[in-house]
């Protein structure tokens, strides 16, 4: 149940990222107070506690990890937490090279020392606004296909590359993907094996398929191969005889 409005959904929203940017350790707790603190707004931390947790900047960062300020993707966890025997378990998130014994939680003597402003006045929302606004943009499970067959990134500048093409390349959920950024041709491709295709003008990373089956490409690595475009075509080819997922730029 969403008990939180749009606005301060944003709001929390804005604290998550700033978090997740940080690589800092973090609670919903820790969330609510932030974002009380810093909007200067009155929020109750059991009022919105689940809705933290719903954060999809949050849960994406869990799944498919987050980029860093240097393009690469940290993975998050959800590990269960207690501060001292007896005072109960509740949810810390985490980059997972974090050591869990330097987590210093918020102290419930901390928050109380900032104070919760006057209730603002109810104002009516306005119908002439509608409400999606409010809501950040989601990534979408089709990896931003559109009509015309061409995939666009989604609000993270971040490519996803659909099951099939993968699967076709004989790239199948949990196995290493080699990428290869191609300069040259401004492309980049796919393969289970990239031993025949490193060049001067050549980048190649790896990347291991996600548990959907997907892979999720970084602004960095579509960057690497010079793919400077709003649409992609995403492909299978054979190249250098290997099955490989051909990813270009729309004309």
């Not at 009380?36 to 799944?63: F, N, P, Y």
């Not at 119908?127 to 809501?135: K, M, R």
């Not at 990347?207 to 492909?235: N, P, Y």
Request: charged share 25%; with cysteine.
């Amino acid at each position: 149940m969403c008990n939180a409005n749009p606005q301060q959904m944003v709001m929390m929203e804005k604290t998550v990222r700033g978090f997740l940017d940080e690589g800092r350790a973090f609670s919903a707790f820790e969330v609510t107070i932030e974002t009380r603190t810093r909007e200067g707004i009155r929020l109750r931390h059991k009022d919105v506690q689940g809705d933290c947790h719903e954060i999809s900047c949050l849960r994406d960062a869990v799944e498919f990890g987050w980029d860093d300020s240097s393009g690469g993707s940290v993975t998050w966890c959800k590990s269960q937490y207690m501060k001292s025997p007896g005072t109960g378990w509740y949810f810390v998130y985490h980059p997972n090279t974090f050591d869990m014994s330097n987590y210093n939680p918020l102290q419930t003597t901390q928050a109380a020392g900032a104070s919760l402003p006057p209730s603002p006045p109810v104002v009516a929302p306005d119908p002439s606004v509608p409400a999606s606004i409010f809501i950040s943009p989601q990534p979408t499970d089709s990896g931003g296909k559109n009509d015309d067959g061409s995939f666009s990134t989604d609000y993270r500048q971040r490519l996803l590359v659909p099951t099939s093409f993968l699967r076709e390349a004989g790239l199948k959920p949990g196995d290493e993907c080699h990428v290869v950024c191609d300069k040259t041709n401004n492309i980049v491709m796919l393969v289970a094996d990239g031993t025949s295709f490193s060049g001067q003008d050549v980048r190649i990373t790896t990347q291991r398929v996600e548990r959907h089956g997907d892979i999720r490409l970084s602004s960095t690595t579509i960057k690497a191969a010079d793919l400077d475009a709003d649409k992609f075509v995403i492909e299978n080819a054979q190249e250098s005889q290997t099955a490989v997922v051909k990813i270009a730029k729309k004309d």
